[in-house]
Nanobody, 111 residues
Framework: VQLVESGGGLVQPGGSLRLSCAAS????????MSWYRQAPGKERELVAA????????NYADSVKGRFTISRDNAKNTGYLQMNSLKPEDTAVYYC?????WGQGTQVTVSS
């Protein structure tokens, strides 16, 4: 069983990144999926979540209007589109589905 994130990197404030989470070893389409993040010295926090069918989403207040969570069950992949990035979005981003976690991908927003 694996969840593998990709797409992180260094971006300037105001820029965009798209994170991907590739699932394998379980029936991804049966489960809701979430993205979390953890900044240095802080607790892991929920960023966004999406239902198994992709028909409902919710977001942390800090990212509403800037981030979009989506999924493609045919590809067993979830996504997090991040726009208008801010330095405070800097963190390791993790995907979560069922009771599995990915290894995380670093997002750094800095000029």
């Amino acid at each position: 069983v694996q969840l593998v994130e990709s797409g992180g990197g260094l971006v300037q404030p105001g820029g965009s990144l798209r994170l991907s989470c590739a699932a394998s070893g379980f029936t991804f389409s049966r489960y809701a999926m979430s993205w979390y993040r953890q900044a240095p010295g802080k607790e892991r926090e929920l960023v966004a979540a999406i239902t198994s069918a992709g028909d409902s989403t919710n977001y942390a207040d800090s990212v509403k209007g800037r981030f979009t969570i989506s999924r493609d069950n045919a590809k067993n992949t979830g996504y997090l589109q991040m726009n208008s990035l801010k330095p405070e979005d800097t963190a390791v981003y993790y995907c979560h589905a069922r009771y599995y976690w990915g290894q995380g991908t670093q997002v750094t927003v800095s000029s």
